[in-house]
């Protein structure tokens, strides 16, 4: 009775396992912005920044380093930034300006929904 209760719950285990799709991969290019104010400047890597925020924000979708494996690739710009499939098409342009929760936001919500 003991092995056949054991067998009924690899089997539940096994079917909910079957039934859980693997996150979608997104691959972050990099990408450094620099500014300059009154004659001092500074740098900051916009890409881990949006790392970062889709670790706290969207844990969702999953990042990755590899873009030979990942599902999308997001090129980060000033104006807007660019979501490419996997095939290199353009998947969407997120509208997010200046705030790197905004763009991660509108990123996840289009990677989630497709």
């Given at each position: 009775m003991k092995s056949l209760t054991l067998l009924f719950v690899c089997l539940s285990f096994s079917r909910i396992a079957s039934t859980q799709t693997a996150p979608k991969k997104l691959y972050i290019e990099e990408r450094i912005a620099t500014?300059?104010?009154?004659?001092?400047?500074?740098?900051?890597?916009?890409?881990?920044?949006?790392?970062?925020?889709f670790l706290k924000s969207c844990p969702s979708v999953g990042?990755?380093?590899?873009?030979?494996?990942?599902?999308f690739a997001l090129k980060i710009a000033t104006g807007s930034s660019t979501l490419y499939s996997k095939d290199g098409d353009v998947a969407y342009i997120s509208?997010?300006?200046?705030?790197?929760?905004?763009?991660v936001?509108?990123?996840?919500?289009f990677v989630n929904s497709h």
């Open positions: 500014s300059c104010s009154g004659g001092n400047c500074g740098q900051r890597n916009l890409s881990l920044a949006a790392t970062k925020e990042i990755t380093d590899n873009k030979d494996v990942a599902d509208p997010a300006r200046y705030r790197m929760h905004n763009l936001k509108d990123v996840c919500n």
